[in-house]
């Protein structure tokens, strides 16, 4: 993906909103540079905010956190991922492993349901580290204006499962691989 990607692209700045660790935040910044060929750029840590809070749910609004992130101004980055350790949720969704705004400048994941599976079993950090890294690839690439797709190994396939998650490569399919291409020419200034 790298090549023919112009050097004036904008970073994107990650930004770490709680306690995921140095690790973690590297390995999705790796894989956003490796992947996706985009400059990333480290910003200081947030607080979790208090207004995305559910208290009835025990979890945070991912929109309300994109909200909130909105609300800061990053006039020299492409957009913004924050990756989170508190569990997500949507008004529509009993869960959400990350959420971004199509097109626009804002992204949330969170490990929260990344490092076990759904009957409780933990799963190696190799395993946790390669989930977070393809949610975030998959949110960040909304960032770029990119939908979901329907081939099940493609990273803009929409997984609601661990067992989902694991299925896919570490690879966008040749159709949205094209369409990244062309989206991210149209971000550089
Ligand atoms: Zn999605
Ligand atoms: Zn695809």
């Known amino acids: 993906m790298k090549k023919g990607i112009p050097r004036t692209l904008p970073p994107l700045g990650l930004i770490e909103m709680g306690r995921l660790g140095e690790v973690a935040v590297r390995v999705v910044a790796a894989n956003l540079q490796g992947v996706l060929g985009i400059p990333v750029d480290l910003l200081q840590p947030m607080d979790i905010p208090t207004e995305s ?5 025990k979890q945070h609004d991912a929109g309300l956190i994109l909200k909130h992130l909105a609300s800061r101004s990053f006039p020299n980055h492409l957009g ?4 989170t350790t ?10 959400v492993y990350g959420e ?19 009957d409780g079993s933990i799963v190696s950090l190799g395993r946790y580290y390669e989930r977070l890294a393809k949610v975030s690839l998959h949110e960040v690439a ?5 939908f979901h797709c329907e081939k099940d190994d493609c990273l803009m396939h929409y997984c ?30």
């Open 53 to 57: 809070f559910q208290e009835h749910r």
């Open 80 to 83: 913004v991922l924050a990756l």
């Open 86 to 95: 508190v569990d997500l949720c949507s008004p529509i969704l009993t869960y």
């Open 142 to 146: 909304h960032i770029l204006s990119m």
């Open 100 to 118: 971004a705004e199509v097109g626009g400048t804002t992204a949330v994941v969170s490990s929260h349901r990344l490092r076990s599976n759904e």
């Open 160 to 189: 609601s499962k661990t067992h989902h998650l694991d299925r896919l490569g570490i690879a966008f399919c040749r159709r949205c691989e094209y369409v990244l291409k062309k989206n991210l020419a149209l971000r550089c200034s």
